[in-house]
C-alpha cells in the first residue's frame, strides 16, 4: 500500500473553504481582494437620511439626490464626446446589418426563404432561437455601484427563532416527495395531462403513467415506499420507542445539462452539423417538424458570420453542458429546506462548534452544495457552517470521486460492461421508433440510436423529444438505464465495490469516533487525519456527490436485496426486477443513514433510508429482518469493517486483469474478479493491457499504482 500512502501524500492538498482557508495557497491574495473590496464599498445604510448624508456628491448627483442632478450641466467637450461617441456606435451598427444582410445573400442557398415556415433543408432564419446565452454580463455598465446596493440596510423587525419543527420525530406522518414541479410532460402519454399526475385518473380508465418516473438517473428524484424495498410495514419517520439521535446524509446533485461526452443530443448536434459542412440538406416534418428551428439554420452562413463578429456567436446549438439547471437549483434548495424541517433539531448538539459539509470541486457540485445549503440554513448561510471542498481531479484522493485515483474505473473493458448490453437492447426496443421517425425526416438518417440519443433530452424542463415515444419505448429507456448502471456502477460491475469501499472506511471513523487506522483506498489522509476538515464527533453530516458513488456505495455496504433478481438480460425487460435506477439513483437522490436510540432495544440502532424508502440490512451480516430496517450499530460496524478487510482495492484497481464482453463473466456483489480467476478457461476472465487503458479521466493516475 506504500504508493497510495504516496498518492495521499504528493497527490492530495489542502481543500478550500467557505470559513477555514488556513492552508489554502491563496489565502494572502484573497484577504488583499477582500480588503480592497471593503475598502472600495459604503457602510451599511441605516435609513433614508442617512443616505442624504453618507454619500459623496458625486453618488447623490447620479441618484437625483436634492434634484442636483436634473439641475447640472456637462461640460461643453464632454458632451460633444458623448455626441461622437453615439454616433460611431450607430454607424457600426449600421455597417454590421449590411455586412451581414450581403453575407446571408452570398452564402446563404437560393432555396432559402427567410421568414417563411419552412425551407428545403428544414431550416426557418425567423424562428431559430438564440443559440446562446450569456448572463451575467461580463462587464455590466451598471456592475460598479454596488455601494448603492447594500445587502443589509438595518430595520430588520422584530427576529424571534422559534423551535425546529423535528418533523421525523413528531408528525404522525412522513411527507411525500412527488418529484417533477415546474416540469411539463406531454398530454400524449398516459392519459394524465402533463403525463406528471401519477394519482390523476384518465377518461380510458387505464393506470396513469408518470414519464417523470421512467428516465432512470436523468429523473428527478421522488419517494419511494419502503415496500418498494420489501418493508412494508414502516416508513422513514422514526419507529414507535425510537428518537433520533443522529443522521449521516449522502446526496447526488439536482439536475444538469448534459454530459459532454458526445452522446445524447450532442451527439446528435454532432451529426447536424457534419450534415452542414458537406453541404448536404435536411427537412423534417409532422412529428419532427420542431427540428426545423431546433438547430441553426445553415452551418456555413453561421460560420462566415462567427469569423466576422466572434461576439454573435460561440455554438451552434443551445444546450449547454454539465451545469446545473434551472430545475437543479430548484431541487437542491428544496431538499435543503426538506432536511431541516426533518432534522434541524440536530443543530442543538452543535454547542461550540459549527457543522462541517463536504462537496467536490465540480462547477455542479459547489453549486448544488450552496443551493442546499441556502435551503438548510436559510439566507445568510456562510457564518452557519463549514464547507468543505474536496478537488475532483485526476491524482488526489476522494472518496466522493473515487474514480479520480482508481485507473481500472476509466477502462473501457472493466468499467464499461454495459455497453454490450445496451448494444443489443436499444437495437430491439427502439427498432419501431426509428422506423416511425424516419418517414418524417428527409437527408438524417434515423436508426435506433438516434431514437435513443433523442430520449436523452428530457430533463431540461420540457421537451418535444418527449412525445415521439410511446409509453412502452419509455418504459424501454429507463431498463435501457437500468442496465447502463447495473453493469457500470452497481451489483453487475467489477469496479463498484472497490469506488465505493474508501466511502465505507470514512464511516465507520464517524460512528466509531475514532480516525482511519490505514489509508489503503481512495481515502485522502491529509484531510481525513486532520479533525478540523473531517471531524468524528458530528450529530450531523452531509456529504455531495455523484449518482455513481452512491450506486458504488450501496453496493459496497452490501444492500443484497437490490441484487436479488440478478443480472438484467438484454433481450427482455423481467416482470419483476430489484433494481431500477430511477429509484435508486435520480437527479437528487439521497441517502438517509438515521441513527436511533429505541427503548426496546438496547444500544444505539442504524437503519438506511433511500429516497424515503428504508432499505431491509439482512445482506450486511448479522443485521437481523427487522419490519422497521433497524440493525444495531455495533453489529453494523462490524460487518463493514469485515468487508473493508476483505476487500482488495490494489488488485482491483491496479491489477491486471480483464473480463470479455458478454455473458461470459458476470457478478451480482460487484466485486472484481479474484486473481486466480485470470487465464482460467470458462471464466471469462483474461489478462489485462494496461498499456490499452482508457485515461478519460483517471489514467494520470496509474503512476500510484504497484502493478498488482
Given at each position: 500500500m506504500e504508493n497510495v500512502e504516496r498518492a495521499n501524500r504528493e497527490g492530495s492538498r489542502p481543500i478550500a473553504h467557505e470559513q477555514y482557508s488556513a492552508h489554502d495557497i491563496n489565502a494572502d491574495r484573497f484577504d488583499e481582494e477582500h480588503a480592497l473590496l471593503q475598502d472600495n464599498s459604503s457602510a451599511p445604510f441605516t435609513g433614508s437620511k442617512a443616505v442624504t448624508l453618507e454619500m459623496d456628491k458625486e453618488a447623490q448627483g447620479?441618484?437625483?439626490?436634492?434634484?442636483?442632478?436634473?439641475?447640472?450641466?456637462?461640460?461643453?467637450?464632454?458632451?460633444?464626446?458623448?455626441?461622437?461617441?453615439?454616433?460611431?456606435?450607430?454607424?457600426?451598427?449600421?455597417?454590421?446589418?449590411?455586412?451581414?444582410?450581403?453575407?446571408?445573400?452570398?452564402?446563404?442557398?437560393?432555396?432559402?426563404?427567410?421568414?417563411?415556415?419552412?425551407?428545403?433543408?428544414?431550416?426557418?432564419?425567423?424562428?431559430?432561437?438564440?443559440?446562446?446565452?450569456?448572463?451575467?454580463?461580463?462587464?455590466?455598465?451598471?456592475?460598479q455601484h454596488t455601494k448603492y446596493f447594500p445587502?443589509?440596510?438595518?430595520y430588520a423587525g422584530p427576529t424571534p427563532t422559534g423551535n425546529e419543527a423535528a418533523l421525523v420525530q413528531?408528525?404522525?406522518?412522513?411527507?411525500?416527495?412527488?418529484?417533477?414541479?415546474?416540469?411539463?410532460?406531454?398530454?400524449?402519454?398516459?392519459?394524465?395531462?402533463?403525463g406528471n399526475d401519477a394519482s390523476a385518473a384518465t377518461s380510458t380508465g387505464k393506470k396513469p403513467f408518470d414519464v417523470f418516473k421512467h428516465w432512470g438517473n436523468l429523473s428527478p428524484w421522488y419517494s419511494n415506499p419502503s415496500s418498494t424495498f420489501g418493508l412494508p410495514d414502516t416508513s422513514a419517520e422514526a419507529p414507535e420507542g425510537c428518537r433520533i439521535v443522529g443522521l449521516h446524509f449522502l446526496h447526488r446533485h439536482g439536475a444538469r445539462y448534459p454530459t459532454s461526452s458526445k452522446e445524447g443530443p450532442e451527439k446528435f448536434k454532432d451529426q447536424l452539423e457534419e450534415l452542414a459542412e458537406q453541404g448536404k440538406k435536411w427537412k423534417a416534418k409532422g412529428s419532427l417538424e420542431f427540428l426545423n428551428?431546433?438547430?441553426?439554420?445553415?452551418?456555413r452562413l453561421l460560420e462566415c458570420i462567427s469569423l466576422i463578429f466572434r461576439v454573435l456567436l460561440d455554438r451552434e446549438y443551445a444546450l449547454g453542458n454539465e451545469l446545473l439547471t434551472p430545475f437543479g437549483r430548484q431541487q437542491m434548495y428544496d431538499l435543503g429546506i426538506n432536511l431541516r424541517i426533518k432534522y434541524g433539531f440536530l443543530l442543538n448538539n452543535f454547542t461550540n462548534a459549527l457543522p462541517v459539509f463536504r462537496t467536490e470541486s465540480q462547477d455542479r457540485m459547489l453549486h448544488s452544495a450552496a443551493n442546499f445549503a441556502i435551503g438548510f440554513f436559510g439566507y445568510p448561510h456562510e457564518k452557519q457552517y463549514l464547507n468543505s471542498i474536496t478537488y475532483e481531479t485526476p491524482g488526489v484522493n476522494n472518496t466522493l470521486a473515487p474514480y479520480m485515483t482508481?485507473?481500472?474505473?476509466?477502462?473501457?473493458?472493466?468499467?464499461?460492461?454495459?455497453?454490450?448490453?445496451?448494444?443489443?437492447?436499444?437495437?430491439?426496443?427502439?427498432?419501431?421508433?426509428?422506423?416511425?421517425?424516419?418517414?418524417?425526416?428527409?437527408?438524417?438518417?434515423?436508426?435506433?440510436?438516434?431514437?435513443?440519443?433523442?430520449?436523452?433530452?428530457?430533463?431540461?424542463?420540457?421537451?418535444?423529444?418527449?412525445?415521439?415515444?410511446?409509453?412502452?419505448?419509455?418504459?424501454?429507456?429507463?431498463?435501457?438505464?437500468?442496465?447502463?448502471?447495473?453493469?457500470?456502477?452497481?451489483?453487475?460491475?467489477?469496479?463498484?465495490?472497490?469506488?465505493?469501499?474508501?466511502?465505507?472506511?470514512?464511516?465507520?471513523?464517524?460512528?466509531?469516533?475514532?480516525?482511519?487506522?490505514?489509508?489503503?483506498?481512495?481515502?485522502?489522509?491529509?484531510?481525513?487525519?486532520?479533525?478540523?476538515?473531517?471531524?468524528?464527533?458530528?450529530?450531523?453530516?452531509?456529504?455531495?456527490?455523484?449518482?455513481?458513488?452512491?450506486?458504488?456505495?450501496?453496493?459496497?455496504?452490501?444492500?443484497?436485496?437490490?441484487?436479488?433478481?440478478?443480472?438484467?438480460?438484454?433481450?427482455?425487460?423481467?416482470?419483476?426486477?430489484?433494481?431500477?435506477?430511477?429509484?435508486?439513483?435520480?437527479?437528487?437522490t439521497n441517502m438517509q443513514f438515521q441513527l436511533l436510540s429505541c427503548d426496546s432495544t438496547p444500544g444505539d440502532q442504524i437503519r438506511i433510508i433511500i429516497n424515503d424508502g428504508v432499505s431491509p440490512l439482512t445482506g450486511i451480516e448479522g443485521c437481523p429482518e427487522n419490519k422497521h430496517g433497524l440493525c444495531p450499530v455495533h453489529t453494523f460496524v462490524r460487518s463493514q469493517k469485515k468487508i473493508i478487510a476483505e476487500t482488495d482495492?490494489?488488485?482491483?484497481?491496479?491489477?491486471?486483469?480483464?473480463?470479455?464482453?458478454?455473458?461470459?463473466?458476470?457478478?451480482?456483489?460487484?466485486?472484481?474478479?479474484?486473481?486466480?480467476?485470470?487465464?482460467?478457461?470458462?471464466?471469462?476472465?483474461?489478462?489485462?493491457?494496461?498499456?490499452?487503458?482508457?485515461a478519460d479521466r483517471g489514467g494520470s493516475t496509474d503512476r500510484f499504482c504497484k502493478r498488482a
Amino acid at each position: 500500500m506504500e504508493n497510495v500512502e504516496r498518492a495521499n501524500r504528493e497527490g492530495s492538498r489542502p481543500i478550500a473553504h467557505e470559513q477555514y482557508s488556513a492552508h489554502d495557497i491563496n489565502a494572502d491574495r484573497f484577504d488583499e481582494e477582500h480588503a480592497l473590496l471593503q475598502d472600495n464599498s459604503s457602510a451599511p445604510f441605516t435609513g433614508s437620511k442617512a443616505v442624504t448624508l453618507e454619500m459623496d456628491k458625486e453618488a447623490q448627483g447620479e441618484l437625483g439626490v436634492a434634484a442636483t442632478y436634473s439641475s447640472r450641466r456637462p461640460a461643453s467637450k464632454g458632451r460633444w464626446g458623448q455626441v461622437l461617441s453615439y454616433s460611431g456606435a450607430a454607424l457600426a451598427g449600421v455597417l454590421a446589418t449590411l455586412t451581414i444582410q450581403q453575407l446571408t445573400q452570398s452564402y446563404m442557398p437560393s432555396s432559402y426563404n427567410v421568414g417563411s415556415s419552412s425551407s428545403s433543408s428544414g431550416a426557418n432564419l425567423a424562428a431559430v432561437a438564440p443559440t446562446s446565452f450569456h448572463f451575467p454580463p461580463a462587464s455590466p455598465t451598471n456592475g460598479q455601484h454596488t455601494k448603492y446596493f447594500p445587502s443589509n440596510i438595518g430595520y430588520a423587525g422584530p427576529t424571534p427563532t422559534g423551535n425546529e419543527a423535528a418533523l421525523v420525530q413528531t408528525a404522525p406522518a412522513y411527507p411525500v416527495h412527488t418529484g417533477a414541479p415546474n416540469l411539463v410532460g406531454p398530454e400524449s402519454i398516459g392519459g394524465a395531462k402533463g403525463g406528471n399526475d401519477a394519482s390523476a385518473a384518465t377518461s380510458t380508465g387505464k393506470k396513469p403513467f408518470d414519464v417523470f418516473k421512467h428516465w432512470g438517473n436523468l429523473s428527478p428524484w421522488y419517494s419511494n415506499p419502503s415496500s418498494t424495498f420489501g418493508l412494508p410495514d414502516t416508513s422513514a419517520e422514526a419507529p414507535e420507542g425510537c428518537r433520533i439521535v443522529g443522521l449521516h446524509f449522502l446526496h447526488r446533485h439536482g439536475a444538469r445539462y448534459p454530459t459532454s461526452s458526445k452522446e445524447g443530443p450532442e451527439k446528435f448536434k454532432d451529426q447536424l452539423e457534419e450534415l452542414a459542412e458537406q453541404g448536404k440538406k435536411w427537412k423534417a416534418k409532422g412529428s419532427l417538424e420542431f427540428l426545423n428551428t431546433w438547430y441553426g439554420p445553415h452551418h456555413r452562413l453561421l460560420e462566415c458570420i462567427s469569423l466576422i463578429f466572434r461576439v454573435l456567436l460561440d455554438r451552434e446549438y443551445a444546450l449547454g453542458n454539465e451545469l446545473l439547471t434551472p430545475f437543479g437549483r430548484q431541487q437542491m434548495y428544496d431538499l435543503g429546506i426538506n432536511l431541516r424541517i426533518k432534522y434541524g433539531f440536530l443543530l442543538n448538539n452543535f454547542t461550540n462548534a459549527l457543522p462541517v459539509f463536504r462537496t467536490e470541486s465540480q462547477d455542479r457540485m459547489l453549486h448544488s452544495a450552496a443551493n442546499f445549503a441556502i435551503g438548510f440554513f436559510g439566507y445568510p448561510h456562510e457564518k452557519q457552517y463549514l464547507n468543505s471542498i474536496t478537488y475532483e481531479t485526476p491524482g488526489v484522493n476522494n472518496t466522493l470521486a473515487p474514480y479520480m485515483t482508481c485507473p481500472n474505473a476509466n477502462s473501457q473493458t472493466r468499467a464499461h460492461r454495459a455497453k454490450y448490453y445496451l448494444d443489443k437492447w436499444v437495437s430491439r426496443y427502439l427498432k419501431g421508433a426509428a422506423e416511425r421517425l424516419q418517414k418524417d425526416v428527409h437527408g438524417i438518417d434515423i436508426g435506433p440510436f438516434e431514437a435513443y440519443n433523442f430520449q436523452q433530452t428530457v430533463a431540461l424542463g420540457y421537451s418535444k423529444f418527449c412525445e415521439l415515444f410511446t409509453e412502452e419505448e419509455w418504459e424501454g429507456f429507463e431498463y435501457a438505464m437500468d442496465m447502463w448502471f447495473w453493469y457500470d456502477s452497481a451489483f453487475g460491475s467489477p469496479v463498484a465495490r472497490i469506488q465505493g469501499l474508501g466511502y465505507l472506511q470514512e464511516m465507520v471513523a464517524r460512528l466509531t469516533h475514532t480516525p482511519i487506522p490505514i489509508h489503503n483506498s481512495t481515502t485522502n489522509s491529509t484531510l481525513d487525519n486532520n479533525p478540523i476538515t473531517f471531524p468524528l464527533n458530528q450529530a450531523l453530516y452531509v456529504d455531495a456527490t455523484h449518482e455513481v458513488v452512491v450506486l458504488n456505495i450501496i453496493t459496497a455496504l452490501n444492500l443484497s436485496n437490490f441484487a436479488e433478481t440478478g443480472p438484467l438480460p438484454f433481450d427482455h425487460i423481467p416482470e419483476k426486477r430489484s433494481f431500477v435506477a430511477s429509484q435508486l439513483a435520480p437527479f437528487g437522490t439521497n441517502m438517509q443513514f438515521q441513527l436511533l436510540s429505541c427503548d426496546s432495544t438496547p444500544g444505539d440502532q442504524i437503519r438506511i433510508i433511500i429516497n424515503d424508502g428504508v432499505s431491509p440490512l439482512t445482506g450486511i451480516e448479522g443485521c437481523p429482518e427487522n419490519k422497521h430496517g433497524l440493525c444495531p450499530v455495533h453489529t453494523f460496524v462490524r460487518s463493514q469493517k469485515k468487508i473493508i478487510a476483505e476487500t482488495d482495492w490494489e488488485w482491483g484497481c491496479c491489477g491486471d486483469w480483464d473480463v470479455l464482453p458478454g455473458t461470459g463473466w458476470n457478478t451480482t456483489t460487484g466485486d472484481t474478479p479474484k486473481r486466480d480467476e485470470v487465464g482460467k478457461p470458462g471464466t471469462g476472465v483474461i489478462r489485462g493491457e494496461h498499456a490499452k487503458r482508457s485515461a478519460d479521466r483517471g489514467g494520470s493516475t496509474d503512476r500510484f499504482c504497484k502493478r498488482a
